[in-house]
């Protein structure tokens, strides 16, 4: 009897699932103030005890992030409009007791910080990242999803998000809480342009460019044009664009003085912020490219520690040095084979990966791994105290997109290149949508190699490991030379000062720094250098300029109210510098050039 109880309960409870529904209505009667009136319905819910709470973390952020804070006025009612209590257990969760299938709950929310982490609300434009946004139900996440704005009027506004439409303009769907809030929303003045590429089966992929900026509807268009280039090279590395859910991909772009700057990645959109004015520029490009590319690298070849997003807690996961290094590292090179980027340009691009591997404290002492799991501190996280990432930690950004550099250089020293990896890594993980951890990707570079000690030996030194590179041979290949940017200069370290009686240091002093090493760190005030008083930078760039690397110079500093004294010795500045072979007056070989080509493309400059 209980195993016959059981199978018929079976169908009840998937009843159940289905019939439960969520609405959110939007309203902004006191919009000029940046607020919002929320009402979450919920239908048709067996509980009859729900937890209602505001997220802590995002789509796309790592760290934890308390949006419960700008929430107030919650209030809850039963189907006839009556009050129902509303017990806060924590400062961003509610519980509501005796339902009897249906609850409304209203609150206001406040958001003057439009970027791709929070939201904004103003009588120009609306701006909504979901988790800054909506309360949301823990125990019906399944749940299907209907939101409507009610938008205040008269107005000529339109809606930009990558919710599925219905018959009314302004009602959206998602089929859960984990799409809809993946699904940021712009509503505004927006210029609309829309265009298709064919995929490689050669049919259309629809794409939008939704724009709130200050310019000509021409120069709308030449800017679209151009993000039309970056999806086409986009897809080349690839091989094809995903299939997007509701049939497109959307732009949602601010680009104006009034927003904060972000760049925020979502299965079937970005939300682009920039606080610029809007000039249709190439500048203006490399946010595009890059969250571009999380279309396939994140939001589709998935890390298993991301899967699925938890909202009540800061995010950790061990791939990020692929997921967002990766993408930074394309991000940048689809630039230069677009030709947004001259070879010159991209040359500096490359000269900062190579410094953030060879000459950053954090890259020498901990691995890509490690430094991926440090998110949930530095991922736009917010603390009051100080703390010494100048020293112990480098960003899973820059740095894993200079262990791509090398990967992609070594692989096409072998014949091979980084492209056809991540096509590799696209129809075993990113397609069928298998997530991955660490030594799956390894697995694929194996695959992919046909050199399992390869991958291993790549992985132990550079991905788990944190080995120095050698990028000089690497380089070489593609006619580009690596060489110290500052030769025999003298250097005590690449430190910020504020400048005073003395000149106060304002940084972390770096680890194997003259001034690390001599024992003057933060707040400490530099008063006499070599027996010179020194106020200003530019008095210490003098004297140092009169020096060479293997002087000593005498520093007497304040620590505390205490005068100090200590000997400097001073060292050649570490910084490396990549050129092409060409400005450095040598000559380029035809096999350099046909590197060259392969990697950068034909369009190289």
């Known amino acids: 009897m209980k ?19 969520i609405r959110y209505d939007v309203s902004f009667p006191n919009i000029v103030h940046h607020e919002a009136r929320i009402a979450l319905s919920v239908s048709d819910a067996p ?29 809850a009612f039963d189907k006839s409009g009556k009050p129902v209590p509303v017990q806060r257990v924590d400062g961003d969760v509610y519980k509501i007791v005796g339902i009897n299938g249906f609850v409304k709950v209203e609150y206001t929310l406040y958001a003057n910080h439009a970027d791709g982490t929070y939201a904004g609300i103003d009588a120009s434009s609306v701006h909504f990242n979901m988790p800054a946004t909506f309360m949301w ?30 018959g009314e303009a302004n009602v959206f769907t998602a089929p859960d809480l984990q799409y809809f809030m993946d699904s940021p929303t712009k509503i505004g003045q927006l210029t609309i342009k829309e265009w298709t590429v064919p995929n490689a089966d050669n049919k259309p992929s629809q794409f939008r460019l939704a724009l709130e900026a200050k310019g000509s509807d ?14 086409e090279e986009a897809r080349m590395v690839f091989g094809e664009f995903p299939a997007f859910d509701n049939g497109s991909y959307t732009f949602l772009a601010s680009i104006n003085p009034y927003v904060k700057g972000d760049g925020m990645e979502h299965r079937n959109s970005t939300m682009i912020t920039l606080p610029v004015a809007f000039d249709g520029s190439d500048n203006l490009l490399g946010v595009f490219s890059h969250e571009f590319f999380h279309t396939w690298n994140v939001e589709r070849i998935r890390p298993k520690t991301l899967e699925p997003f938890n909202f009540e807690k800061s995010n950790m996961s061990f791939e990020l040095w692929f997921a967002e290094g990766f993408t930074q590292y ?18 500096r691009t ?3 990966l190579v410094n953030t591997k060879e000459n ?10 490690q430094a991926s799991s440090n998110a949930v501190f530095v991922d736009a996280g917010v603390a009051i105290d100080k703390t010494n990432y100048p020293n112990i930690y480098t960003s899973y950004y820059p740095y894993g997109a200079s262990v791509a550099l090398a990967l992609d250089l070594q692989l096409r020293g072998k014949g091979l290149n980084l492209d056809d990896f991540m096509k590799t890594v696209w129809a075993k993980h990113g397609k069928p949508e298998i997530a991955y951890n660490v030594a799956d990707l390894e697995v694929v570079l194996a695959a992919y190699t046909k050199d399992k000690m390869f991958a291993q030996q790549f992985f132990a030194k550079y991905i788990n490991g944190h080995e120095s590179l050698d990028y000089t041979p690497l380089l070489g290949r593609a006619g580009l030379l690596l060489k110290k940017q500052f030769e025999g200069q003298a250097w005590i370290g690449d430190i910020r000062y504020k400048d005073g009686t003395g000149l106060t240091i304002t940084t972390n002093t770096v680890i194997g720094s003259p001034l690390y090493k001599a024992g003057l760190d933060i707040d400490d005030e530099i008063l006499k250098v070599d027996g010179r008083l020194v106020s200003k930078t530019d008095e210490l760039t003098s004297i140092l300029k009169t020096h060479k690397p293997g002087d000593q110079i005498t520093v007497e500093y ?42 950068l493309g034909s369009k190289w400059k």
């Open 137 to 166: 139900v823990k125990e019906l996440e399944k749940a299907p999803i209907t939101v409507a704005f009610n938008l205040p009027k008269p107005n000529t506004w339109k809606i930009a998000t990558q919710l599925k439409t219905t």
């Open 558 to 599: 304040a620590h505390r109210g205490e005068t100090k004294t200590a000997v400097l010795d001073m060292i050649q500045n570490p910084r490396w510098e990549v050129v092409t072979y060409e400005q450095a007056g040598k000559t380029v070989t035809p096999e350099m050039e046909t590197f060259r080509k392969a990697w």
């Open 330 to 347: 394309y991000g940048d090179l689809i630039l230069e084979r677009a030709g947004f980027d001259s070879l010159e340009e991209y040359c």
């Open 350 to 352: 490359l000269t900062s």
């Open 218 to 231: 021409s120069l709308a268009t030449a800017f679209a044009g151009k993000i039309k280039r970056i999806t």
């Open 47 to 75: 509980q009859k005890e729900l937890l209602f709470r505001m997220s802590r973390s995002s789509p796309g952020r790592y760290a934890t992030h308390e949006y419960g804070k700008n929430i107030h006025d919650v209030a």
């Open 3 to 21: 195993k016959l109880a059981a199978l018929l309960a079976t169908p009840m409870i998937c009843s159940y699932a289905f019939a439960q529904s």
């Open 360 to 369: 950053t404290a954090g890259a020498k002492r901990i691995s890509p791994v």
